[in-house]
């Protein structure tokens, strides 16, 4: 059996694209990519999510800039840290996609392990 990873129902989650097996858009996923979560903090947080999902809804919404523009930087690539070479290892050839999926974070990007990111997140602190 194939698992399609990136599932679009419109009676589930209004019809927004999700990952198969969890209640996470790819708009979610973009949405934490963003903040400067990396895969493995992703994983440690959303236990449901699978390496493999998240490789392809970062690969959905590249083949789809129109819908998900707002996480596009100019040069094409997706917002935020993506899979590090070695973490892409062993995925599908369709998912190395450089810029997209494989885009180790850079230096300072990513929060603080244990910080709240995001636009639930509450004040900071001192606020």
């Not at 698992?3 to 419109?10: G, R």
């Not at 996609?97 to 850079?106: D, L, M, R």
Request: charged share 20%; proline share 12%.
């Amino acid at each position: 059996m194939t698992i399609k990873w990136v599932v679009s129902d419109p009676l589930v989650m209004n019809g927004e694209p999700f990952c198969y097996g969890t209640r996470l858009t790819v708009r979610n996923i973009l949405e934490l990519r963003s903040s400067g979560y990396t895969l493995s903090r992703m994983l440690k947080d959303h236990p449901e999510l699978r390496r493999m999902g998240v490789a392809a809804a970062y690969e959905y919404a590249g083949r789809n800039p129109d819908r998900y523009g707002d996480f596009m930087e100019p040069d094409g690539s997706l917002a935020g840290p993506g899979y590090s070479a070695a973490e892409a290892e062993g995925l599908p050839s369709r998912y190395q996609i450089p810029g997209i999926v494989i885009k180790p974070p850079t230096g300072g990007s990513a929060p603080p392990a244990g910080s709240t990111v995001g636009p639930d997140a509450g004040p900071g602190p001192g606020a």
